[in-house]
């Protein structure tokens, strides 16, 4: 089997002059760094758990990562079925379920992709090649529940 092999510096830079003394002494808020990337990601944790809400959080780093492997996935099977895809949005959404000891995880999430080919013919063939990105998604094959696709393919 082919090993690829990836590379991330998250650094911290929540901390307010205090550390870590308690829950509320410092901030969430970090940088997420790659080799030969052109920017960081600036995130921190979910306003629910004290984090900036204008920076990424990891659950929306998560729901994104599962939505762009799968429209990689899909643009790439509509290239071999010969379906001109024009445009492709997906507004997925993911719900993740806290324990009663603070952790969690997500149970569930659903991609709903808006999907213009210029094809009419070809719009059932489209819907179906979902079900085939999902199966080859890198992304989806780690995850341990259900993703749900609910597709709208448009002709434009």
């Known amino acids: 089997m082919k090993k690829h092999n990836y590379q991330i510096k998250v650094e911290w830079t929540g901390n307010e002059g205090n550390g870590t003394l308690n829950y509320k002494s410092y901030n969430r808020n970090h940088k997420i760094i790659a080799p030969r990337k052109y ?26 990562s599962l ?20 445009d492709y949005v997906d507004n997925a959404t993911g719900i993740m379920e806290e324990t009663e000891n603070g952790s969690g995880k997500f149970t569930e999430v659903t991609l709903n992709p808006i999907v213009k080919i210029i094809d009419e013919n070809m719009i059932n063939k489209a819907n179906e090649l979902h079900h085939e990105a999902n199966k080859m998604c890198f992304i989806a094959n780690s995850c341990n529940f259900k993703i749900g696709h609910n597709p709208n393919t448009l002709v434009g």
């Open 39 to 64: 920017d960081e990601i600036k995130g921190s944790s979910d306003p629910s758990f004290l984090g900036d809400q204008t920076r990424y959080n990891p659950e929306d780093l998560f729901l994104s």
């Open 67 to 86: 939505s762009a492997c799968h429209m990689l996935w899909y643009l790439h099977l509509c290239s071999v079925h010969k379906i001109v895809v024009t």
